[in-house]
């Protein structure tokens, strides 16, 4: 990030701000920082990918050149491959099939060469191997599938290699495998690929790698929405430890956990310049997502939906149907994301659901069920039974319980991809579409809109925040400002700073009466409204009130169903201006009526305005009444005679303090 053009725009952004009344703050509770600043896994071309230079006693030594007179069945043994080429003939499935606990050592310049002939360099289900600064080059493994333990061996320690140039996955995982301080670049579609049929793989780690420009074969444009590709892929994992690895340059998201993975710690990571998300938490459960750096991320992913005119948010982290879900065993029942730096990423955090995808809906194109019901279960979510408890929670991935908390969010426009449209990057998401399918869904409509957004315990807090970010909620056409985000009728980021400064929430409606116009206030009975230039209380404009008839009037708005934006539950302040017009000017009740969305009333609360000469603050404090999402007013008063006039001027109804 350009620090000094960013300060200078953070300066700029926090005159801004406290112009517009935002109101100066404490940081946001600050945890200390421990996310890294330089790369903690600059493993590829380093020193500590040399094995031994002497063959350990009792190994097998492996010469140089053609190997396919080998026996690596062997179990519980060493093989030291000396410094060379090392090759495996030139059948495409000659391959290592290791026997258990057999250990595979590679010497200083070690290279093992599938010469684009072989397909597979390490295969089938041994437990306990051991792999160890080798080279592994030149494989051929078909798409979705691997080089190095192809068939998801258990209990793998795969350590100090480097593994590149081969198509497919680089390395395939199975339960309780190790992979530590490996390189693992420029592979055809992943660097790693953790898949194993059963979904038994669990205890994963994932530590002090180098992963970068994986999938070089670009599978995403070449299948369309294949969800194949990135630096490392998860599927179904119970257990995963990915921590101080550093993930860059890959041409797709850099992380993605997909269908059913649960229980990670993603933490410690420098993750950058990826094309598409840092990372991706798709229809998965439980994750602490801690300590991490995400910077330059998603530049090509968001710049081309731009080009499209996609307004979808594209973030840095992309939280795709990713619950907290206490039910499931793992070290969180949330999905946690706290003490992060996220740095100039296109987006910052985006949680979204697919109101149209569930258990056995058609736009659930993996076919997998949610790890509540189970895969078997798939048909169970069906009508009319999926209307009901428990399958309408459990047949489908909600987004929920996300805590975003103690985060610093940086965002210069101009920094990124060379000058960015913030009417498309620079944003947070919150939201989902509008429920269309399959007709039997219990889903349609708004129904997982209002979830994701007020029902299922998803909060941002205590972050901090420089440049002129911008969050999208409900829906895709919904893009509003830090000030009616923090505001009740979001609530979200309660302690948190944008430029230094708390914004101050909008208030529902503010009216100063300079415009000529008097709508939408209209004569109810026996009075008339009109405007009135000059002697206003601020400004040149008000409204006065008249009596045309000595008995009781009232003045009514006409925007029925009333102002939006009212929250059920929050304190607002009403206050308005008012003095005496023409003599003698009776108590008047100012009534302010909250009403539900279909613009029942559900209650009013009176506000006296006595008689007064001169300018006076009339106002009052009130909860809205359970339902309540609209409020509207009246005046209404008594004289006994024809002629009595008062004014209202800097009418407000905001949010209390």
């Excluded at 200390?32 to 030594?61: D, E, F, I, M, R």
């Excluded at 965002?411 to 000058?419: I, L, Q, T």
């Excluded at 989902?432 to 219990?442: E, K, V």
């Excluded at 009403?595 to 305005?609: A, F, Q």
Aim: hydrophobic letters at 35%.
């Amino acid at each position: 990030m350009g620090r000094n053009r960013a300060a200078a725009w953070a300066a700029f952004a926090a005159t801004i701000l406290t112009v517009a009344g935002a109101t100066p703050a404490k940081a946001a509770a600050a945890e200390s920082a421990t996310y890294p600043t330089t790369p903690p896994a600059a493993v590829c071309g380093s020193s500590s990918l040399n094995g031994p230079a002497t063959a350990p006693a009792g190994a097998v030594v492996v010469p140089a050149g053609d190997n396919s007179g080998v026996d690596f069945r062997l179990a519980n043994t060493t093989y030291y491959f000396q410094a060379g080429t090392h090759t495996l003939g030139t059948d495409p499935y000659a391959q290592i099939m290791p026997g258990n606990g057999s250990t595979f050592l590679g010497a200083p310049g070690a290279v093992l060469d599938g010469q684009k002939l072989n397909h597979y360099a390490f295969t089938q289900q041994a437990t306990g191997v051991t792999i160890r600064y080798l080279t592994i080059t030149g494989f051929t493994a078909p798409h979705d599938q691997g080089v190095v333990n192809h068939d998801s061996g258990d209990g793998w320690v795969v350590e100090h290699n480097t593994i590149r140039d081969n198509t497919g996955a680089g390395l395939m995982a199975g339960a309780k495998n190790e992979i530590r301080g490996n390189c693992l670049k420029d592979n055809g579609q992943y660097g790693l690929n953790a898949y194993k049929t059963g979904n038994t793989i669990t205890d994963l780690v994932v530590d002090g790698n180098e992963f970068t420009g994986n999938n070089t074969d670009d599978w995403e444009h070449q299948q369309p929405g294949c969800g194949c590709t990135g630096g490392m892929k998860f599927w179904a994992v119970n257990g995963a430890d990915v921590t101080g690895n550093w993930i860059h340059g890959n041409h797709g998201p850099g992380i993605w956990a997909d269908t059913n993975d649960n229980d990670f710690l993603i933490e410690g990571n420098l993750i950058e310049s990826n094309d598409s998300h840092a990372i991706f938490y798709e229809i998965s459960y439980n994750v602490v997502i801690r300590n991490n750096t995400l910077r330059d991320n998603a530049w090509p992913a968001g710049s081309e939906k731009a080009a499209k005119g996609d307004p979808f948010p594209v973030g840095a982290i992309y939280l795709s149907e990713a619950d907290g879900e206490p039910r499931l065993p793992a070290r969180t029942g949330k999905i946690e994301v706290t003490g992060n730096l996220l740095d100039n990423n296109w987006g910052g955090i985006t949680a979204w659901a697919n109101a149209d995808r569930f258990c056995n809906s058609p736009a659930s194109t993996t076919g997998d069920c949610t790890s509540i019901v189970g895969p078997s279960n798939t048909s169970q979510c069906s009508a009319p039974a999926i209307a009901d408890e428990p399958l309408y929670t459990d047949c489908r991935w909600w987004t929920k319980n996300v805590d975003v908390h103690h985060n610093t969010f940086d965002f210069d426009p101009a920094e990124v991809n060379g000058g960015c449209p913030t009417q498309y990057c620079g944003h947070m998401g919150l939201l989902s579409n509008w429920g269309t399918y399959p007709d039997w869904s219990p889903y349609k409509g708004d129904v997982i809109q209002k979830s994701i957004v007020h029902e299922s315990n998803n909060s941002w807090h205590d972050n901090t925040y420089t440049g002129p970010w911008q969050f999208k909620v409900t829906d895709m056409g919904n893009l509003i400002s830090p000030a009616l985000w923090v505001a009740p009728q979001y609530g979200q980021d309660a302690g948190s700073t944008f430029d230094g400064v708390t914004p101050t929430p909008p208030a529902i409606v503010e009216q100063d009466f300079e415009s000529s116009s008097v709508s939408p206030y209209t004569p109810w009975y026996s009075a008339s409204v009109t405007h009135q230039t000059g002697d206003a209380h601020g400004g040149s404009g008000s409204l006065q009130m008249t009596t045309d008839q000595a008995s009781g009037s009232a003045i009514q708005l006409d925007n029925y169903p009333g102002y939006t934006g009212v929250v059920a539950g929050t304190s607002y302040r009403a206050s308005l201006w008012y003095k005496e017009a023409v003599a003698t000017m009776p108590a008047v009740t100012w009534n302010v009526r909250w009403r539900d969305e279909s613009g029942t009333v559900l209650r009013t609360d009176p506000v006296t305005l006595a008689r007064e000469t001169t300018w006076t603050e009339a106002a009052g404090t009130f909860t809205a009444p359970a339902g309540a999402t609209r409020v509207d007013w009246t005046f209404t008063w008594n004289a006994s005679q024809t002629g009595p006039a008062f004014q209202i001027d800097d009418l407000a109804m905001r949010p209390a303090p």
